[in-house]
Antibody, heavy 123, light 107 residues
């Protein structure tokens, strides 16, 4: 079955960096676009970034553009989120998520999510 | 950005009740809307895609309707396992936006 397991969360000081990982299994990782989405305490979900199946194209939310970088290693079935210049408002649970590909009837929808990893930015 | 306004934020209901949650987009998103269920500490689960299509394995008591800007998720007969938070998401654009969520509580 499809599994997405995030890791790398923790406590970081403002201005520091963290790298999150998302280990994928149960599907052909290299065939799917992947997203990062976060949920701050008491808030709704916020989309952060998407990377195409082959890693050639990436898009970011304005709130993280220039600070966060999404990447993937298809040989390791792993998605990454490099987070630099962290701010208190980046405190959230970070989820990775899979996008259904074009040949699926559910094309374009985020169909599987990981449980998330908590990032706390505090001095 | 496309804003998604979801209501109500909290809903108290009993087992067997019919429950309706609405989501409104700030501009037309055609039928590019999904509904998810999330329980505390768990990964969100896809319920409905393309506004009205039931995801694989989802019970038929869940249904969705709508197009353009106005959408509805209905649970026809609430079951104990359905007490959770539900949220909508548009995927009209690659940058996804979400409703704030509706927590369905036991009355």
């Amino acid at each position: 079955q499809v599994q997405l397991v995030e890791s790398g969360g923790g406590v970081a000081q403002p201005g520091r960096s963290l790298r999150l990982s998302c280990a994928a299994s149960g599907f052909t990782f290299s065939g799917f676009g992947m997203h990062w989405v976060r949920q701050a305490p008491g808030k709704g979900m916020e989309w952060l970034a998407v990377i195409w199946y082959d890693g050639r194209n990436k898009e970011y939310a304005d709130s993280v553009e220039g600070r966060f970088t999404i990447s993937r290693d298809n040989s390791k079935n792993t998605l990454y989120l490099q987070m630099n210049s962290l701010r208190a408002e980046d405190t959230a649970v970070y989820h990775c998520a899979r996008e259904a590909p074009a040949h699926y009837v559910s094309s374009g929808v985020i169909d599987y999510w990981g449980q998330g990893t908590l990032v706390t930015v505090s001095s | 950005d496309i804003q998604m306004t979801q209501s109500p934020s909290t809903l108290s209901a009993s087992v067997g009740d019919r429950v309706t949650i609405t989501c409104r987009a700030s501009q037309s998103i055609s039928s590019w809307l999904a509904w998810y269920q999330q329980k505390p500490g768990k990964a969100p689960k896809l319920l409905i895609y393309k506004a009205s299509s039931l995801a694989s394995g989802v019970p038929s008591r869940f249904s969705g309707i709508g197009s353009g800007t106005d959408f509805t998720l209905t649970i026809s007969s609430l079951q104990p396992d359905d007490f959770a938070t539900y949220f909508c998401q548009q995927y009209h654009r690659y940058w996804r936006t979400f409703g704030q969520g509706t927590k369905v509580e036991i009355k």
